[in-house]
């Protein structure tokens, strides 16, 4: 699913009310499918499928507003060749975000077991909230703002849209988990931002941790320690994705 083909045709910046009509209507329409055919399937166990459909009708929503064909819509939603620096930094703050386990048995949360089929599910994870979710906010929201704007504006402009999205957990899980999620996807809209404009514009290093703070779904929480384990996830998926901004650009684009 790599392309190593011509860069994609720039962007034309999302200005005035009609061209603010088309992108929110692709971004919804993108949405819409993720958390259509996610909501199918809370496990992620089939998120090779969800990514496939979320792929498809990316390339089709490229199609419409800027006529792109679909290798040159597939550079350019995020699956090209990443910079091997930032790809590192992303599986670092990954395996930092992941200490959340450890840190959670320190303190007596759980007790936190692997599901069965445990490595199947990290696939699914990584389709799911890696790639599929990446390619909704970054490859595409992102990525489009980011035209004719500077990086903290596209940034900030990202942010309601991604923390919007995540309104529905309120209902699922509850006020404080869903605030916490709410406040983790408008958070992370900036070192995600970072890591997928450093990696030259590719889905790879925000996807991996995107899935570490996703990890969730590979275990089994007790009942009694859910609420404590959820609000402990929070706090390290607030903090730990910020440590990647501390990496200066001109490092990670070597």
Do not use: C, M, Q, Y
């Given at each position: 699913m790599v392309t190593t083909g011509a860069p994609p045709v720039p962007d034309v910046p999302v200005r005035g009310a009609r061209a603010w009509l088309r992108f929110l209507v692709g971004f919804a329409v993108l949405w819409a499918v993720l958390q259509g055919a996610a909501s199918l399937d809370p496990s992620a166990r089939w998120g090779l499928a969800v990514l496939a459909v979320v792929l498809?009708?990316?390339?089709?929503?490229?199609?419409?507003?800027?006529?792109?064909?679909?290798?040159?819509?597939?550079?350019?939603?995020?699956?090209?060749?990443?910079?091997?620096?930032?790809?590192?930094?992303?599986a670092v703050v990954s395996g930092v975000v992941l200490l959340v386990f450890p840190l959670a048995a320190a303190l007596d949360i759980g007790p936190i077991?692997?599901?069965?089929?445990?490595?199947?599910?990290?696939?699914?994870?990584?389709?799911?909230?890696?790639?599929?979710?990446e390619l909704v906010w970054r490859g595409f929201a992102f990525r489009r703002l980011r035209a004719g704007r500077s990086f903290p504006r596209a940034a900030v402009w990202t942010m309601p849209l991604v923390a919007a999205t995540h309104v529905p957990i309120l209902v699922t899980s509850g006020v404080a988990v869903g605030l916490g999620a709410m406040a983790v996807a408008a958070v992370t809209s900036v070192p995600f931002a970072y890591l997928f404009e450093t990696g030259r514009g590719t889905l790879w290093a925000p996807a991996l941790?995107?899935?570490?703070?996703?990890?969730?779904?590979?275990?089994?929480?007790?009942?009694?320690?859910?609420?404590?384990?959820?609000?402990l996830l929070v706090g390290v998926s607030l903090l730990v994705p910020l440590l990647a901004l501390a990496v200066p650009r001109r490092v990670l684009e070597r």
């Open positions: 498809v009708v990316g390339l089709v929503v490229e199609r419409v507003l800027s006529a792109a064909p679909p290798r040159v819509a597939l550079r350019s939603l995020g699956f090209g060749r990443p910079a091997p620096r930032a790809l590192l930094l992303g077991t692997l599901r069965p089929g445990w490595p199947w599910l990290v696939v699914g994870a990584f389709a799911l909230h890696g790639l599929a979710e941790v995107h899935t570490a703070i996703d990890s969730f779904k590979l275990v089994e929480i007790a009942p009694a320690a859910v609420t404590a384990f959820s609000l």
